[in-house]
Each structure stands twice: as C-alpha cells, then as structure tokens.
C-alpha cells in the first residue's frame, strides 16, 4: 500500500474527484487503482475565496512496485507506514500487581497497556468515578459549592475530561502511539473521524461514556480502581546497595497498599502531593508554564475572519486560531487552549481561589469562542530559589482572582476596551461571558503580574491585526489562568524512573512530562512498557 500526502481539492470537490486526483497524482490509468482509503483530512484556509482540502490518501495500486519506483526520490509517495501497535512485553503469572495514580489520560493509557500486557494494575484516584465527579462540578458552576477532592481537576477522566477534547500533539512519535490512543478512543465510542481529521476533537460529553467503557475494559483484563483513594505519602527503603526504592503507600484513610511500581500520574494540579513527595526527598525541580487569562469572542467572529464567504461550512466546522507574540521584554504571550464555540468554566480545586479553563462539546455549537491569553514565565526569572515556588505563585494570584471576583467563586472579568485603557471595567458590553458560576466587572491588572498586563497590552493590537475583531473593545477576558501547565517537574532517567527513587515512574502533565490529552497518553504508554520492562515478561 502507498501513502500519497498533500493532495489537495477544493473545499467543494465532488466524491469522484478524490479518486481522479489520486490517478493523476500517480500518473495511473483510473483501472489501476484497486483501493483508496483517507488517512488524514487537513483544510487550507490561508485564500478565504478558495479554500482547500488537503488530503493523505492510503492507495492500493496494480504494479505498485513500478510505480513506487517511479516516485523514489519524491517523498509525497511512499510506501504506508506500519502503524500497528505493538506491546514490549507479557506478564509473567508472578509478576507484582503495579499501581497506576491518577486516572486522567497518563494514568488511563499506563492502566490500559499494563491490563493488555496481563500485569493487572490496581489504579488509584482521589476523586470519584465520572458521572459522580460531573455533579460535583456542577456543583460549583451552578451553586459555588467546591468539593477539593472531585472537580474540574480531579477525579476519574483528569482535566481533559472538562475540556475541548483536542487529540493532537506536536510530539515526535516515531512509534506511532498517537495511533494506539486514537485506536482505543474510537473502540470506547469516540467518533472514527478523529483516526483521519487533522485536529480531531471529542467534547465533554463524549469523554464521559468513553473513560467509562475503558475502565470496564480494564476491569475485565483483571485490573482495579479504587475511587476517593488519596495518596498521602510513599513507603522508601533504602535497599543494601544505598538505592532508595517505593515499597508501598500510605493513603489518607490510614490504610497501606505494598507496591514496588508505582505511576504516578497525579496531573498538575495534585499540590499537596507534590509537596508530599518533596518533603520525602523524591527529586523535583521547578518548571516553566504561563499565566493570564480566559478571552471570549463570538464565534461567528472568528467563522467570518478565517473562513469568509465559507464561514458555515459542517466540513470546516467552527474557526479556531493559534496566535503568539514576542514582546520587546522578552515575554511572549501566546494563545492556549483554544476551544471553539465553547465556555470558561471554573477551575479551581482549592477552596478560597479562582481558575478559568475552556471546554466545548463536540458539537462546538455555543455562542462565544474563548482561549487561554497567557504570557510564559520561567523559574529563573519569575519564581526562583524553591522547586515549588511556581505553586506559590499560581495560589497568590488566584487567591487576588478571588477575592477580585467578590469572595464567591465568582471571576473578575473586564472588557478588552478597559484593559488596554488601564481602567476598571463597570459594566460589560455587546459580548456575553460564558463564565458559570458568573463575573464581576473590575481591573484584571489587580489579580496578574505587571509584566504579564503590559506584555497583554503590547501583543493584543498585533493579534487584532492579524485577527480582525480580536481586540474589538467588548471582548471580554476573564480571569485567571494559571493552571496552564505543571510548575514541576519530578525528574526521570532514560528507564522512566524517578532519578534518586527506584520504583517511582512519574508520567503525564503532572510530572512535567506532557501537555494535553493525547501528549499525556502516549507517556503513559511509554511509561507503561517501562514498567513492565523493569518487572520483566516473556
């Protein structure tokens, strides 16, 4: 089978038109072609009036040899790569159970291979199963009532479970995992189309019953989870040749579970264990991520100025945008998270403090686009002297969110107009927040760093230059985003495991090791096969 790439028709091709192109492409009479199979769809909008479909197309040919030759030196033709699965390993009847913390994507996917592989994970999370999680969190979006251990951030499914439900990633994956997790996505009930769309996305919605079909899937490979399970601590024993290893945990109930593997998936916003394993010893070391805020533009704003005359279209589905900055300071403010035809939605998962995040459902039909409009800070210059003092700065401006926001789990929103003229908002204008449990209108400048509001204000006319509308003075931004990212990072050698305790494999966003959901899956793939490698298996 032959893979060709770049193939490109307009945005309003007839059925037959694919199989023509792919005939001339290949320069073959249409008797010839025996099969065609979409492997990726990709649009070009760069020309609004002549949008274009750009195709990887998977062919079967006669003679495919002669015409593979003929294309040797072009690498738009090539022969189809292998992307099966396949697993490093097999349990072997003795092998320890290994434990997997977390359940969001990391944890999931680390569970889900070891049950393939027969080790029979016992997996462990602090908040509840997911359809207990979600009245939780609405319980805070609609009563502003929060539950710290069941949330946006915890519980089963992780954050990617509140969230647009992107599927890709700018990892290198030359193995082709991204595949395995869109595989299993698609057997637990995602729509097959994210096997080819090039920016697949499944929604909340959809995310629910899925992380539940997987878990009964593990389940019936012989693993375990047990909910509202807290880790407190680890067991460390320093063996007889001075290696400190993990012999077991301490969970919050008073109860011990023995272990000699552990993932530790726990995702960023895990703080007090974070602070746990720290006060153990376990190596960690600060990290970079981005504060800022949430910014809210009508959909049909951002349809009109990246489609135009196509805005509409089902095959384009609703516009979203990628937008960066370098500022004079050296700060760059970047757009992150972009969720189409979605809502903010609160965060937090301490109590006293406010966080903004975006979601949408896969249908992306709401009123408002919104993103993160977040500015890069690193250790070195913003947080320096502690490994955990990124922790300190995320809790102090969203305590200022807080109480900026009334003391109610409310945010502080303000108008784009008014933040740039540095003035406190008073009413809001023509775009409404989507924001639940609801905003107050005041100056975000109170609840950001300095030079995270002037690098905001210098990169939000060069961003309405190349957005038209984006700095429309109704826009509305609301604040704060501070979970962008860990602000950790548990340090791992090349077999996975922590650096100073053996048996300690940190995974996924949490760890410092992945960004989004299909990143943190395919570590916990990784990290899975480590694990079963370190056990051993024929």
């Not at 609004?48 to 072009?74: G, H, P, Q, T």
Request: glycine share 10%.
């Amino acid at each position: 089978m032959l893979r060709i790439t770049e193939l490109t028709l307009p945005l309003f091709h007839a059925d037959e038109d694919l199989p023509a192109a792919i005939c001339k492409r290949l320069r073959i009479s249409p008797r010839d072609l025996i099969k065609h199979v979409v492997a990726r769809r990709a649009h070009d909008a760069r020309d609004k009036a002549n949008i274009l479909l750009v195709y990887s197309v998977d062919v079967n040919v006669k003679n495919e040899e002669a015409v593979l030759a003929r294309f040797k030196k072009d690498r738009g033709v090539q022969r189809t790569p292998d992307t099966r699965y396949r697993f490093v390993a097999q349990a072997p009847a003795d092998a320890p159970r290994p434990v997997v913390i977390g359940t969001g994507p990391c944890g999931l996917f680390a569970g889900l291979i070891l049950a393939q592989m027969g080790y029979k994970p016992i997996i462990l999370d602090r908040g509840k199963v997911v359809r207990e999680r979600t009245k939780d969190t609405w319980g805070l979006w609609r009563k502003a009532v929060l539950n710290p251990d069941s949330n946006v951030q915890f519980g089963e499914g992780g954050a990617g479970t509140f969230s647009d439900g992107k599927l890709w990633s700018q990892i290198k994956d030359p193995r082709h995992l991204g595949r395995k997790v869109l595989t299993e996505f698609v057997k637990a009930g995602a729509p097959a189309e994210i096997l080819t769309e090039a920016h697949p996305h499944i929604g909340t919605f959809r995310l629910v019953t899925m992380v539940e079909s997987m878990r009964e899937t593990i389940e019936a490979l012989g693993g375990e989870y047990r909910f509202s399970t807290r880790v407190n601590g680890l067991d460390i024993a320093t063996d007889g040749g001075g290696v400190r290893r993990v012999r077991g945990l301490h969970l919050q109930d008073g109860g011990y579970l023995e272990a000699s593997h552990v993932v530790m998936a726990i995702g960023h916003s895990a703080r007090d264990t974070f602070e746990a394993l720290y006060a153990q010893g376990v190596h960690v070391e600060a990290k970079p991520f981005s504060i800022g805020v949430r910014i809210e533009h009508p959909q049909s704003w951002m349809d009109d100025a990246r489609f135009g005359p196509c805005a509409g279209n089902p095959i384009l589905g609703a516009a979203d945008y990628s937008l960066s900055h370098h500022c004079a300071s050296g700060r760059t403010v970047y757009s992150f998270c972009m969720c189409p035809g979605g809502t903010v939605v609160a965060a937090t998962s301490e109590p006293g403090r406010v966080v903004t995040n975006g979601m949408s459902q896969y249908s992306r039909n709401e009123r408002n686009a919104n993103s993160g409009l977040v500015v890069g800070i690193d250790p070195a210059r913003d947080y320096p002297g502690h490994p955990l003092a990124g922790i300190a700065l995320q809790r102090q401006w969203e305590s200022a969110a807080f109480v900026a926001g009334g003391s109610s789990y409310a945010a502080p929103a303000q108008r784009l107009g008014d933040f740039m003229a540095g003035r406190a908002s008073e009413t809001l204008g023509s775009v409404i927040p989507s924001y639940k449990p609801g905003v107050t209108p005041t100056d975000l400048a109170a609840c950001l760093p300095d030079f995270a509001v002037t690098a905001m204000r210098e990169a939000l006319p060069v961003f309405g230059r190349m957005i038209p509308g984006y700095d429309h003075p109704d826009v509305v931004m609301t604040g704060v985003e501070t979970r962008t990212s860990s602000p950790v990072r548990f340090t791992r050698g090349e077999d996975f495991q922590s650096v100073n305790t053996a048996g300690l494999f940190p995974a996924g966003e949490g760890a410092g090791y992945a960004g989004g959901i299909l990143s943190a899956a395919v570590d916990g793939i990784k990290v899975a096969e480590a694990v079963a490698l370190n056990i051993g298996g024929a």
